[in-house]
């Protein structure tokens, strides 16, 4: 079973960058498909960004195109969020998630999930 850990969330003023990580035990993460998602206050949990196992595979949700990026390291087993040009309305708690055959927008297809990292972005 792929045990999920993200980590780098933070506070940062609009504008600025983080660069969120998501490593991977019991698994080796190239064979799955991994997606970004994130719960701002009174929101429902929402797709942000997926790498499917399938290479060159990326998908983001509109309002972060040319600004997020999801990349992989193999050799760590990790899944990174580069995230740029932050605004207010990414304010939120960010989770990975992971499974092999999920279709990469869509939440429930995932079976793993990490415990989530908050990312607060000023005006």
């Known amino acids: 079973q792929v045990q999920l850990v993200e980590s780098g969330g933070g506070l940062v003023q609009a504008g600025g960058s983080l660069r969120l990580s998501c490593a991977a035990s019991g698994g080796t993460l190239s064979r799955y498909t991994v997606g970004w998602f994130r719960q701002a206050p009174g929101k429902e949990r929402g797709f942000v960004a997926a790498?499917?196992?399938?290479?060159?595979?990326?998908y983001y949700v509109d309002s972060v195109k040319g600004r997020f990026t999801i990349s992989r390291d193999n050799a760590k087993n990790t899944v990174y969020l580069q995230m740029n040009s932050l605004k207010p309305e990414d304010t939120a708690v960010y989770y990975c998630?992971?499974?092999?055959?999920?279709?990469?927008?869509?939440?429930?297809?995932?079976?793993?999930w990490g415990q989530g990292t908050q990312v607060t972005v000023s005006s």
């Open positions: 998630a992971a499974d092999l055959r999920a279709s990469p927008k869509v939440l429930r297809d995932y079976d793993y």
């Open positions: 790498d499917g196992w399938y290479a060159g595979a990326t």
